[in-house]
């Protein structure tokens, strides 16, 4: 890949590869077409024709890489008013920290270094670096970023580039570290990005990412985290193959059990670095598995279609039996879920989400459910609640028994099933 491709994209489909530029692309599923998937709907809004766009899960037959194969433009789908927060969930709030120590401890991190976060969200990650002594500074392009500086964590609200890199550098001084935790694989202009951090880095710096791990994604069948955000799915082979490209070793990795299973790396500028054996043996796990081959695309279709029907079959079993089922969490993947699976009001009158929550009170993309406080799932009772945050049903069901919910609970993934209550 000496004549890289370019892995600053254009918007629309794609007819080659974003890794390698290679248009031999092999089509795996086909979701339709999908309004953004944290474009959730005021009351208003609910008379307005809405936006949708194609939403189709490819794999390269050149270098691997899984991707989507159409690019919304970041402004849709970071708009400011984008309504996630990372720090209200609890799991995800302790995982950050979890990753904040880590880095510090694996690359001896000193107080008063400088640490970026990139898609820094609330802040909750640059949190626990500034509390070790940490100067910090977030990256975030949504109005998100408000709460971050309320919460004492300076934050510029803006896309990451090569040119803030740069002033970023020049206003603040070399980095020691810089996080993207959950977006590196969301970035339309990455190879801005990629140059941006390598400016910003001093020259034993790290860059730690963290994306949705493939083999994982595939394992649980995952098809729900197939959205406009997720441009690339990455393999370790993939991700080695494009931090060569800019001058980057991928020095190691974790894989991490967060969103259903992710892979965490560090990369370090210059390619000659010491390498951890991990890397090559997790990259011969993926070929013993069939990454590159096309029969583990095929099982995981298979399996795509079975969870849709029998999660369509099972709601409409309870709803014909007069019994009545909400869902739990509203998180991105919730849309796509409902959407592929057509579950629209009359089976799933609500989804019911923590008070905290930014969503409450807005409909979900497509099939325009409300989400509500879960006050009301509590004071009016249901016979079965469909976990939408499915990837973190134990420490969920284990919260809403202890509030007192007594329905079953139904988990779409990796297969349909019910825990009664």
């Given at each position: 890949?000496?004549?890289?491709?370019?892995?600053?994209?254009?918007?629309?489909?794609?007819?080659?590869?974003?890794l390698?530029?290679?248009?031999?692309?092999?089509l795996?599923?086909?979701?339709?077409?999908?309004?953004?998937?944290?474009?959730?709907?005021?009351?208003?809004?609910?008379?307005?024709?809405?936006?949708?766009?194609?939403?189709?899960?490819?794999?390269?037959?050149?270098?691997?890489?899984a991707?989507?194969?159409?690019?919304?433009?970041p402004?849709?789908?970071?708009?400011?008013?984008?309504?996630?927060?990372?720090?209200?969930?609890?799991?995800?709030?302790?995982?950050?920290?979890?990753?904040?120590?880590?880095?510090?401890?694996?690359?001896?991190?000193?107080?008063?270094?400088?640490?970026?976060?990139?898609?820094?969200?609330?802040?909750?990650?640059l949190?626990?670096?500034?509390?070790?002594?940490?100067?910090?500074?977030?990256?975030?392009?949504?109005?998100?970023?408000?709460?971050?500086?309320?919460?004492?964590?300076?934050?510029?609200?803006?896309?990451?580039?090569?040119?803030?890199?740069?002033?970023?550098?020049?206003?603040?001084?070399?980095?020691?570290?810089?996080?993207?935790?959950?977006?590196?694989?969301?970035?339309?202009?990455?190879?801005?990005?990629?140059?941006?951090?390598?400016h910003?880095?001093?020259?034993d710096g790290?860059?730690?990412?963290?994306?949705h791990y493939?083999?994982?994604?595939?394992?649980?069948?995952?098809?729900?985290?197939?959205?406009?955000?997720?441009?690339?799915?990455?393999?370790?082979?993939a991700?080695?193959?494009?931090?060569?490209?800019?001058d980057?070793?991928?020095?190691?990795?974790?894989?991490?059990?967060?969103?259903?299973?992710?892979i965490?790396?560090?990369?370090?500028?210059?390619?000659?670095?010491?390498?951890?054996?991990?890397?090559?043996?997790?990259?011969?796990?993926?070929?013993?598995?069939?990454l590159?081959?096309?029969?583990?695309?095929?099982?995981?279709?298979?399996?795509?279609?079975r969870?849709?029907?029998?999660?369509?079959?099972?709601?409409?079993?309870?709803?014909?039996?007069?019994k009545?089922?909400?869902?739990?969490?509203?998180?991105?993947?919730?849309?796509?879920?409902?959407?592929?699976?057509?579950?629209?009001?009359?089976?799933m009158p609500?989804?019911?989400?923590?008070?905290t929550?930014?969503?409450?009170?807005l409909?979900?993309?497509?099939?325009?459910?409300?989400?509500?406080?879960?006050?009301?799932?509590?004071?009016?009772?249901?016979?079965?609640?469909?976990?939408l945050?499915?990837?973190?049903?134990?420490?969920?069901?284990t919260?809403?028994?202890?509030?007192?919910?007594?329905?079953?609970?139904?988990?779409?993934l990796?297969?349909?099933?019910?825990?009664?209550?």
């Amino acid at each position: 890949m000496g004549a890289m491709a370019n892995h600053d994209l254009p918007l629309g489909h794609l007819g080659g590869c974003q890794l390698c530029g290679s248009g031999n692309l092999d089509l795996v599923l086909d979701l339709g077409h999908h309004p953004p998937c944290d474009s959730l709907l005021r009351p208003d809004q609910l008379v307005e024709a809405e936006k949708t766009y194609p939403l189709r899960f490819v794999r390269c037959l050149s270098c691997g890489l899984a991707q989507i194969d159409y690019v919304v433009a970041p402004e849709v789908l970071f708009h400011p008013d984008y309504p996630y927060r990372s720090g209200i969930t609890v799991t995800l709030a302790k995982h950050l920290e979890t990753t904040a120590l880590t880095v510090i401890e694996k690359f001896g991190l000193a107080r008063g270094s400088f640490v970026v976060d990139i898609g820094s969200n609330d802040g909750t990650a640059l949190q626990a670096f500034k509390a070790r002594g940490m100067r910090v500074l977030g990256v975030e392009p949504t109005s998100v970023a408000k709460i971050a500086v309320e919460n004492g964590v300076p934050t510029v609200q803006q896309f990451f580039s090569e040119e803030l890199g740069r002033q970023i550098r020049d206003q603040h001084g070399p980095a020691a570290a810089v996080i993207a935790t959950n977006m590196f694989a969301h970035v339309q202009k990455l190879g801005d990005l990629i140059r941006g951090v390598r400016h910003l880095l001093r020259e034993d710096g790290v860059f730690v990412t963290e994306s949705h791990y493939l083999l994982d994604f595939l394992q649980t069948v995952q098809y729900d985290s197939i959205y406009h955000e997720h441009l690339k799915y990455y393999s370790v082979k993939a991700l080695q193959v494009l931090l060569s490209c800019y001058d980057f070793a991928l020095v190691d990795l974790e894989r991490i059990p967060s969103y259903g299973g992710s892979i965490r790396a560090y990369a370090m500028k210059g390619t000659r670095r010491m390498v951890a054996d991990r890397v090559a043996q997790l990259i011969a796990g993926e070929e013993r598995a069939g990454l590159y081959g096309s029969e583990v695309y095929a099982v995981f279709r298979d399996r795509v279609l079975r969870s849709k029907l029998d999660l369509q079959a099972l709601l409409l079993d309870i709803r014909r039996r007069g019994k009545q089922v909400v869902g739990v969490g509203c998180p991105g993947r919730s849309s796509t879920l409902l959407n592929y699976c057509n579950v629209d009001r009359d089976l799933m009158p609500y989804i019911a989400e923590q008070a905290t929550s930014l969503k409450i009170g807005l409909f979900l993309p497509g099939k325009h459910i409300p989400v509500i406080d879960e006050k009301i799932m509590f004071e009016e009772g249901t016979d079965y609640a469909v976990m939408l945050s499915w990837h973190y049903a134990d420490p969920i069901m284990t919260t809403l028994r202890r509030k007192g919910l007594k329905a079953g609970f139904v988990l779409p993934l990796p297969e349909v099933r019910v825990v009664e209550g």
